[in-house]
């Protein structure tokens, strides 16, 4: 869009969500599924994007389930009217939790035995069958029941008779490096121990182990489901490339003041930039309580007018400088595309993540709850 399309965006900085890009993603990600069913994940804020905003788009997708981190993100997206199966990978961390789960018809991911009490109880409260699925650690590390732990896990799940295993999932831990045998090693644990969990004789309604990763490397034998996150986003989940889909997030900033300052100008708290000749300032309404990382000034360039400008100085709390060259037109009012797609010009969240050595997943998660998200 250009920018009289923008023309109703407001405040300071806002996130334009492409949900027409999410919904090509989700179809991508479907067809390498080959008949599974998707357990789209939409934790922490649907990765940044908004959760309730990707749901409501995915669920009319005809997206099967969708995976958040906890009773509280659940609870969410049931007060905004998702009615598909939710699952809470973190599980539940007391009883209380376990009666949230049962009221808002939420599966947790259980690994412990008194996550299995508190359900039982819970169940036991509200007179109906609580449901739950099982975590296998096969080589995460993180969360799961261990290979040589099962046998007496199950034994407990067999006496829970208030309680209903509907699923069996893992986690891949190295799916993005095609060079790593951790996944075929995992992938076959995973298959030996769900043989030993429908020894129970429990129907289970999903087995799934695939992350975003994991579908790129062709899906597990054996399951029935996957569970994609950061490739719904557009964000390429391996190391070496060529898996990325369209990017679903803009983060965009208002010019909010520009000059044009002379050779030598300080810019910024401790004089970290000095103008080196006659410079355009901009500064733009975003900061690092926004999601735009500190260490960003000075090593990225951000979308100006259709074209790729340096950030420089320390980003600050609320504010950022862009330099340009000192005869430049922009103005205040003007719109800075920080990473996403605007103007014809597409800024990789990628180049971000790297020029501050983290990943995507991370810059897209912190972007703050003041910068709102608009759907595009």
């Not at 732990?149 to 309680?163: C, E, G, N, T």
């Not at 490096?177 to 429908?198: H, N």
């Not at 790297?354 to 995507?360: D, E, K, L, N």
């Amino acid at each position: 869009m250009g920018e009289t399309a923008h023309s109703e965006a407001r405040g300071r900085a806002w996130a334009e969500i492409d949900l027409g890009a999410l919904a090509r993603n989700y179809r991508a990600i479907r067809a390498r599924a080959m008949g599974k069913r998707v357990i789209a994940v939409v934790k922490a804020n649907g990765y940044g994007h908004g959760a309730v905003l990707v749901a409501r788009a995915l669920a009319g997708a005809g997206c099967d389930a969708f995976a958040v981190i906890s009773v509280e993100e659940a609870a969410e997206l049931r007060a905004a009217g998702i009615a598909a199966p939710l699952l809470v990978l973190g599980g539940v961390q007391s009883p209380a939790d376990a009666d949230a789960a049962l009221a808002l018809d939420a599966e947790p991911v259980v690994s412990r035995v008194e996550a299995l009490d508190w359900l039982e109880a819970a169940a036991a409260r509200a007179g109906r069958p609580g449901r739950f699925q099982i975590e296998l650690d096969t080589g995460m590390g993180r969360l799961g029941v261990l290979p040589d732990d099962l046998p007496a896990f199950l034994a407990r799940v067999a006496r829970a008779a208030k309680l209903s295993l509907s699923g069996v999932m893992s986690h891949l831990a190295c799916a993005d490096d095609a060079a790593s045998p951790e996944t075929a090693r995992q992938r076959k644990l995973f298959g030996e121990l769900v043989a030993r969990v429908r020894a129970l004789r429990a129907p289970l309604d999903w087995v799934h182990m695939d992350n975003s990763a994991g579908v790129a490397r062709g899906t597990t034998d054996g399951c029935n489901a996957i569970r994609p996150g950061i490739a719904l986003y557009g964000v390429d989940p391996t190391l070496e490339g060529g898996h990325a889909g369209e990017p679903v997030m803009s983060l965009c900033a208002r010019v909010v003041h520009a000059k044009t300052v002379a050779a030598g100008t300080p810019i910024g708290y401790a004089a970290a930039f000095r103008a080196p000749e006659r410079t355009r300032i901009l500064t733009l309404a975003i900061g690092y309580a926004d999601g735009l990382p500190r260490a960003a000034g000075g090593r990225v360039a951000v979308g100006v007018r259709g074209r790729r400008a340096p950030l420089v100085g320390r980003v600050s709390c609320d504010l950022a400088t862009v330099a340009l060259p000192p005869d430049d037109p922009s103005a205040a009012g003007d719109v800075a595309l920080v990473f996403g797609r605007r103007d014809g010009l597409e800024v990789p969240v990628e180049d971000l993540a790297r020029a501050v050595g983290t990943i995507s997943y991370e810059v897209l998660a912190r972007v703050g709850p003041r910068v709102p998200r608009l759907a595009t």
